[in-house]
């Protein structure tokens, strides 16, 4: 195609021919419109997987939606950002580009158990998003609109990982027939909403004997915040919890508190339990209070896992102890949304304390001779840094300085919580932590911290977070 002499370096830096750039892609309105819809996929993305990290019992998934929706966050940001540099302003990316669009996730915000959340998350809403991404990347210029490339190229990549957790864990909780029956109906009413929005572009023939299914979403959605788990995380309402007093006994040999230090680790799901409910019930913020919130509660998830792998290492069976919600069931039921960002603030902040917080709990794993538990407590640290930082660009303009917000902190924590004190009643409180040390270490427990608190206290309870 040129006549330019060529001496053999690829030209314009390696991203096209001159064919492939001087073939005009989308203009500038239409690549705006097209990313006006993506984001609001992504932000209502954001807004399912939050819904339904506290109704969905499996562990796995718990934690596969805390990934997903900080994966969400970004992308939504990635695309604000883009627009914002198309001659348009982002005010109006948080209204539904269109009825239709709406209509379809608000139908995907109704489903009913696991099988169907995963349905419509993994078999319609990702794939038709995935599909729109890779023909948007191969129908824009690649030269002209290099900034949107590198968006979409980032996106598709991390939705083909998404998507290949997801059809994987379909499969594994679909097995009965009723519950594969479940999947393709859901997976058909999903798909006849998409449809008659025009698919994620908006852009598709909608079939003119297209009849939709009767809606689900008739009524206002209301996100249910009440932790639940299945199986494996045993009597969740037994609360007799030692694992924050034995790493602090000075009494106690450095293998058990370190062993108590993967076990807080472990339990740290319910912080992502917490938050989830904090994020679905706060709106109007900026998205970028969203993403902030998405990564640390990411964080947190990533936290859990850190002692789901010691534990996995240790060949532990962590089934057979209980691993129970109080900390969030009582926040999410007994305080506001923001009440509990307060409590949340707090903890990060008091973990900050250089000679009982982070610190601490990375040299006792050091004192451990424990290297993988060390490499946790590091990361662990260093996110917690990080944390506090994002409770303090949040709450201040909110609540107040710093220390306005901590004395907030305490009066919210010693007020009397009502389902604390009734799920504690449904089940016996039974200290379990002897018999955790005896099947790890092989020995007979070296501490007797916590040992006579049947049920926490409130403001105990507030700090096990």
């Known amino acids: 195609m040129s006549n330019i002499p060529s001496i053999g370096i690829p030209p314009l830096a390696g ?15 239409e690549n705006v419109e097209l990313m006006r819809r993506y984001n609001y996929v992504e932000t209502r993305l954001y807004q399912l997987s939050a819904a339904f990290i506290n109704p969905t019992p499996e562990w796995e998934v718990k934690g596969a939606l805390s990934l997903h929706l900080y994966l969400d966050s970004e992308h939504g940001l990635a695309f604000r950002k883009r627009v914002a540099e198309l001659r348009r ?66 996106a598709i990549a991390e939705e083909r990982q998404m998507i290949a957790w997801g059809v ?47 809606r689900r979403a008739v009524d ?19 609360f007799h919890y030692r ?34 409910g904090i994020v679905v019930q706060t ?21 859990s896992m850190m002692g789901e792998v010691w534990f996995a290492r240790a060949d532990i069976d962590w089934s057979k102890y209980p691993n129970h919600v109080g900390w969030s ?6 305080r506001t949304p923001l009440e509990r960002h307060i409590i949340l603030y707090y903890i990060e902040q008091s973990l900050m304390d250089g000679k009982t917080g982070k610190r601490l709990e990375w040299r006792i794993a050091q004192e451990s001779h424990d290297d993988l538990a060390t ?4 990361y662990d640290w260093a996110d917690e840094v990080l944390h506090a930082q994002i409770g303090r660009r949040w709450l201040k303009p909110a609540v107040g300085d710093v220390k306005t917000v901590l004395e907030q902190a305490r009066d919210i924590a010693g007020r009397y919580s009502s389902s604390f004190d009734a799920r504690g009643k449904l089940t016996d409180q039974v200290d379990w932590w002897p018999r955790f040390v005896r099947d790890v270490l092989g020995r007979e427990s070296t501490s007797t911290a916590g040992a006579n608190n049947p049920i926490i206290p409130v403001f105990k309870a507030v700090a096990s977070g």
């Not at 999903?190 to 079939?207: F, H, I, N, W």
């Open 15 to 29: 991203l096209a021919t001159y064919e492939e750039a001087a073939r005009p892609g989308y203009g500038v309105d």
């Open 89 to 154: 302003p982002p005010l109006y990316l948080d209204q539904a580009p269109d009825e239709k669009l709406e209509a379809f996730l608000d139908e995907a915000l109704r489903s009913r158990d696991t099988v169907e959340l995963l349905t419509g998350l993994f078999v319609v809403i990702r794939p038709a998003l995935l599909a729109a991404y890779e023909r948007h990347l191969a129908e824009t210029n690649p030269l002209f609109d290099h900034p949107t490339c590198r968006i979409l190229k980032a």
């Open 168 to 214: 994987a864990a379909l499969a594994a909780v679909a097995v009965t027939a009723a519950q594969l029956e479940a999947s393709s109906e859901c997976a058909a009413h999903l798909s006849a909403y998409l449809a008659a929005a025009g698919g994620v572009r908006g852009t598709e023939s909608v079939p003119a004997d297209l009849e939709l299914p009767a």
């Open 220 to 238: 206002a959605f209301v996100p249910d915040i009440d932790p639940k788990r299945d199986w494996r995380s045993g009597e969740i309402y037994n």
């Open 243 to 276: 694992a924050n007093d034995v790493y602090l006994d000075d009494s106690a040999d450095w293998d058990e508190r370190t062993l108590s230090l993967m076990f807080k680790r472990f339990h740290e799901m319910d912080v992502p339990e917490l938050m989830a």
């Open 283 to 303: 709106q109007g913020k900026p998205w970028e209070y969203y993403v902030d919130m998405g990564r640390q509660l990411w964080d947190e998830a990533r936290h």
């Open 329 to 334: 069931m009582h926040l999410n039921l007994d």
């Open 375 to 378: 490499y946790f407590q590091d």
